[in-house]
């Protein structure tokens, strides 16, 4: 069993920046993959990128070059900095590793 658990979702600004935390522990194999999601209102569950057990990282187009994926400092836990948010943005954001998921964390962009 894989327990997750995600922070750092709150009220941005439009053009501001914020970043979230993912932390998992139990059964997860070194060579786990880690990533993100997230579901807007009325939308289903989209990917928003991966970090790789090598740490290399891959993005939707929606997000690459202003989200950033990275390991946290301790053991299966991952960042994701998102800078230059806009409204679309807004969205319940999910980390999931090892076929696990967390309870998400309320990201909302609005001025």
């Known amino acids: 069993q894989v327990h997750i658990v995600e922070s750092g979702g709150g009220l941005v600004q439009p053009g501001g920046s914020l970043r979230l935390s993912c932390a998992a522990s139990?059964?997860?194999?070194?060579?786990?993959?880690m990533a993100w999601y997230r579901q807007a209102p009325g939308k289903s569950r989209e990917w928003v990128g991966s970090?790789?057990?090598?740490?290399?990282?891959n993005y939707a187009d929606s997000v690459r070059g202003r989200f950033t994926i990275s390991r946290g400092n301790a053991k299966n836990t991952m960042n994701l900095q998102m800078n230059s948010v806009n409204v679309e943005d807004t969205a319940v954001y999910y980390c999931s590793v090892a076929g696990g998921w967390g309870q998400g964390t309320q990201v909302t962009v609005s001025s």
């Open positions: 139990g059964s997860i194999f070194a060579s786990a993959t």
């Open positions: 970090m790789w057990s090598d740490g290399s990282a």
